[in-house]
């Protein structure tokens, strides 16, 4: 069996695990490539982020989710505002500019959830916080 050195993880694979007879980098490394460069297009796109933006914004939390402070396995959800961003987009601010000065921060699926399903409405989470610390039906059944 024919083996080589892939260019990118100097890993030595036999050639069956690369795309083409003469490809110096293995299929898991072109995926891994793609994978990323996906991410970083993503991100610029969505959110006008560099994956080095993203990276200091995951550090600057301790690489857990803002919302219940949790280590996932996952990459965080990037949170944004969508008023902020529409309302700097109608002030004529570009896209790319208006989606970077609306990101908060980075959250874990279930909390990034719990914000859409009370539509980043503040009070009605503390209305929750409350009704959790103090249940009504404890007084009545009692």
């Not at 301790?62 to 987009?89: I, N, P, S």
């Not at 208006?98 to 503040?122: E, F, H, I, P, Q």
């Amino acid at each position: 069996m024919t083996k080589r050195r892939c260019t990118t993880c100097g890993k030595t694979r036999i050639a069956t695990q690369y795309a083409t007879a003469k490809a110096r980098v293995c299929t898991p490394c072109k995926r891994e490539t793609a994978r990323k460069n996906a991410r970083a297009l993503r991100l610029a796109k969505t959110y006008g982020i560099t994956p080095d933006d993203d990276e200091a914004i995951a550090v600057a939390q301790g690489k857990r989710c803002a919302g219940c402070k949790e280590r996932r396995r996952y990459f965080l959800h990037v949170d944004h505002d969508h008023k902020v961003e529409r309302d700097l987009l109608a002030k004529g601010v570009p896209p790319e500019e208006a989606a970077r000065r609306s990101v908060r921060g980075k959250l874990c699926a279930r909390c990034n959830k719990v914000l859409r399903d009370v539509r980043d409405n503040a009070a009605t989470l503390e209305s929750l916080a409350e009704y959790l610390r103090t249940p009504p039906a404890k007084a009545v059944l009692s």
